[in-house]
Structures are given as C-alpha cells and as structure tokens.
C-alpha cells in the first residue's frame, strides 16, 4: 500500500527555517520522482518542489519558494525531505509530499500533512 508520512512542521518566526521530513512506502521509491506540495484553507493543493529519480539529480521550484526551499531524497531511508530558509508569513499551510506519476495514476492516499505556520 503506497504511503506517505510527514513530519516536521512547527511554529517559526518569519526568517527562520524549518526541515521538513517525509516518509514513503509501499513502492519502489527509487524508480520515482518526488515532490512537496502545501495547502491552505481553501485553495487547492500546489505543487512547490520536485526531485528526480533516482539520485535527485535535478529538481525545479515554484517561484514562490526558489531560493529559500531546498527539496532533498534518500533512497536508502525511502525520505524526502524540504529544507526551508528564510521563511515568509505566506509560506504558512499544510505541506505534503507524494510521487507525482503515482499521484496521476491514483495509487495510495495523502498522508496527514505537516503544519508550518509562520509568525511573529
């Protein structure tokens, strides 16, 4: 059964940073590019980081985040993880990570979510 666990949100102030963890399983997570995605209420699920399988090669960001995010992987631990400097009010919402051709093929289900929020 595929899954994805999240972990490391938190309350930070603006200009801090935060990692965020995410734990995969049920699939080869090697053979699969991975990705965060966050939410806030209301508004639908965005895409804000990918990395490439196997080693993680390459990776893209939203505009909002580039510069400040950093997605990373570990195919040993099947973790993603999502460095996050110089964080923004804005930057507060749920964040989830999954594997994207997963995610189209519909196979497993969100995991619980990590909540940032950030402020003064």
């Known amino acids: 059964q595929v899954k994805f666990v999240e972990s490391g949100g938190g309350l930070v102030q603006p200009g801090g940073s935060l990692r965020l963890s995410c734990s995969a399983s049920?699939?080869?997570?090697?053979?699969?590019?991975m990705a965060w995605y966050r939410q806030t209420p209301g508004k639908e699920r965005d895409l804000i980081a990918t990395v490439s399988w196997p080693t993680g090669s390459q990776t893209t960001y939203s505009d909002s985040v580039k510069g400040r995010f950093t997605i990373l992987r570990d195919n040993a631990k099947k973790m993603v993880y999502l460095q996050m400097n110089n964080l923004k009010p804005e930057d507060t919402a749920m964040y989830f990570c999954y594997a994207p051709t997963l995610l189209e093929r519909r196979q497993g289900d969100w995991g619980p979510g990590t909540q940032v929020t950030v402020s003064s």
């Open positions: 049920g699939y080869d997570f090697g053979d699969y590019n």
